[in-house]
């Protein structure tokens, strides 16, 4: 049997099954094509102007790296006139973040690129590993997720930057969108959605330029193009929620390829409808919206890194069965059965006839007392689960003597996540 030929050059051999279309594509239009979208969605939202400052945040993860890769690309090829640097958070989680943190170093050389590392602990007096220890892995993804965003912000302040773009792809926005729809969050799936999110009340901005990337797309792309990024997944992120919303994505994309993008667009499409006094901005046309709460920026709970280029066969397989079972698709309808069809909405009975609507609430973003970050509260949330930390944090050290110690000196231990019940 022939080789199978390129679809779109016509002249290479077929090495690549594109997990969005499930094109047959050679090596170089591969990589071609999935520049050429992020061109495309890039100047379809008018996401960057000539000479403006970008800091991108970068985990180590594959998606900032092939972000940071793609901008550096495109960057050259079409003469944006963007001043790039690579922008990182040290959650000071050890045996995860230590070690991503040395493929951002190695990223900043490879691409030629100025990098800015920012910490917890100097910005806020905690590490990860110790707000685990205080608070269990129960939620410590919240605390995560709000230090980091404010973290972003704080460092490209930092740098005098006012534009910061994440890694934050197709997947993970389908993920946002069932989560949302799983707490009836409307304000969040607003933000969500959006390409671009921005405040009157803050001079710094974000955007998703890999906002309609798939992630197998991305992991091919980092394959092929033998970028150097960090593989292992976040100790503490199998707790998060989610982590059941991505399974069930999943779940989907195996069935049918097209329902990543199919969420996706759907979550526009119900973000358009919320309305302008809960979203605090007209959504009717696409562009950008107010933040302050959405969900993620990679990292911890963004699956990043956890399929490496060695899959790539595996994932083929999986996308062809996917293409077998949408065939198999059928449409069930009931015929001769009067009274039971819930579509007739003329003739439906009211339902808690009694029930007060629901009470939207608006939302109006403003800065935190404490701090002056953004918030649509008085007090920010991370200087309220800040308070709540340092309220248990115990003043005490224990000097411990270590006789097995080759200097014999005297180890200082801190008991952070000690809870003493003194009176």
């Known amino acids: 049997m022939a080789p199978t030929a390129c679809q779109l050059c016509r002249a290479s051999r077929a090495l690549i099954l594109r997990p969005k279309n ?26 960057f102007s000539p000479g403006e400052r970008i800091a991108i945040g970068a985990s180590g993860g594959k998606d900032s790296t092939v972000l940071a890769s793609v901008l550096k690309t495109l960057n050259e090829r079409h003469s944006y006139g963007l001043d790039l640097t690579l922008l990182s958070i040290d959650e000071g989680i050890r045996g995860y973040r230590d070690d991503s943190l040395d493929t951002v170093k190695r990223n900043a050389l490879q691409y030629n690129m100025p990098l800015t590392i920012v910490g917890y602990a100097e910005l806020y007096g905690w590490t990860m590993d110790q707000v685990v220890a205080q608070v269990g892995k129960k939620g410590n993804c919240t605390y995560c997720g709000v230090f980091r965003r404010q973290a972003l912000d704080r460092g490209a302040a930092k740098l005098g930057i006012r534009h910061v773009v994440t890694g934050h792809n197709a997947d993970d926005v389908a993920e946002t969108v069932l989560m949302n729809l799983l707490r ?16 009157a009340a803050s001079d710094i901005k974000r955007s998703k330029p890999l906002k309609y990337a798939y992630e197998k797309e991305i992991v091919l792309y980092a394959h092929h193009r033998s970028l150097d990024y960090f593989t292992t997944e976040c ?40 309305p302008v006094e809960v979203s605090g901005r007209d959504l009717s046309k696409d562009g950008a919206i107010e933040y302050g709460n959405e969900e993620g920026t990679g990292g911890c709970g963004s699956a990043n890194g956890r399929e490496s280029g060695g899959e790539m066969m595996e994932m083929e397989t999986q996308l062809v069965a ?17 009274g039971q069809r819930h579509d007739r909405i003329g003739n439906a009975a009211p339902v808690n006839k009694g029930r007060k609507p629901r009470k939207l609430h608006t939302q109006h973003m403003g800065q935190c007392v404490r701090c002056g970050y953004l918030s ?35 180890l200082t231990r801190r008991t952070e996540g000690l809870q003493l019940g003194l009176r």
């Not at 293409?323 to 309808?333: M, P």
């Not at 309220?384 to 944090?393: C, F, Q, T, V």
């Open 22 to 47: 499930h094109q047959k594509l050679c090596k170089a239009c591969f990589l071609l094509a999935f520049e050429t979208e992020i061109h495309n969605t890039i100047t379809t939202h008018s996401l």
């Open 184 to 199: 009836g969050d409307l304000p969040r799936l607003a933000r969500a959605t959006s390409i671009v999110t921005e405040s």
């Open 235 to 274: 100790i503490y992120s199998p707790e998060a929620f989610r982590g059941s919303a991505r399974t069930l994505i999943k779940s989907l994309e195996r069935v049918r390829p097209s329902a990543i993008l199919d969420v996706v667009r759907s979550g526009e499409d119900m973000a358009r409808l919320v």
């Open 322 to 338: 996917g293409e077998e079972a949408d065939g198999r698709e059928v449409e069930v309808t009931l015929a001769g059965v009067k």
């Open 376 to 410: 649509s509260q008085e007090i920010c949330k991370a200087c309220m689960l800040l308070e709540g930390l340092n309220k248990n944090r115990p003043k005490m050290n224990i000097q411990v003597e270590d006789a097995e110690e080759d200097s014999g000196a005297a």
